[in-house]
Nanobody, 129 residues
Framework: QLQFVESGGGLVQPGGSLRLSCTAS????????IGWFRQAPGKEHEGVSC????????YYLDSVKGRFTISRDNAKKTVYLQMNSLKPEDTALYYC??????????????????????WGQGTQVTVSS
């Protein structure tokens, strides 16, 4: 199983910003689409954003469009998630995963998450005043 190390989370006030990093461990990103997921307490995993490895397509969850930006640096084996104008409802544990592809359908990410038996350690984002 491909492994990632997520970092960059923290406690921030509403309206604040964070940049999350997802670094591949032991492999290069060139051949993989990479997605950011999050899980809030008592809720299922949901796909937040995805960056494709081949056609340049990008997906954002509707609720984060215009606030979050995904980017990737294959040379550094790292995918970033810049999160601006954070809201309390963004509070969750954030994870990254390799995906077969990116999709514009929100349900694709929930279905994919349900197939995964394990997740990395994630990085906690807490938005609170």
């Amino acid at each position: 199983q491909l492994q990632f190390v997520e970092s960059g989370g923290g406690l921030v006030q509403p309206g604040g910003s964070l940049r999350l990093s997802c670094t591949a461990s032991g492999f290069t990103l060139d051949y993989y689409s990479i997605g950011w997921f999050r899980q809030a307490p008592g809720k299922e995993h949901e796909g937040v954003s995805c960056t494709s490895n081949d056609d340049g397509s990008i997906y954002y969850l509707d609720s984060v469009k215009g606030r979050f930006t995904i980017s990737r640096d294959n040379a550094k084996k790292t995918v970033y998630l810049q999160m601006n104008s954070l809201k309390p409802e963004d509070t969750a544990l954030y994870y990254c995963q390799a995906l077969p592809r990116c999709s514009l359908r929100e349900s694709y990410y929930s279905a994919y998450a349900a197939t995964l038996g394990s997740w990395g350690q994630g990085t906690q984002v807490t938005v609170s005043s």
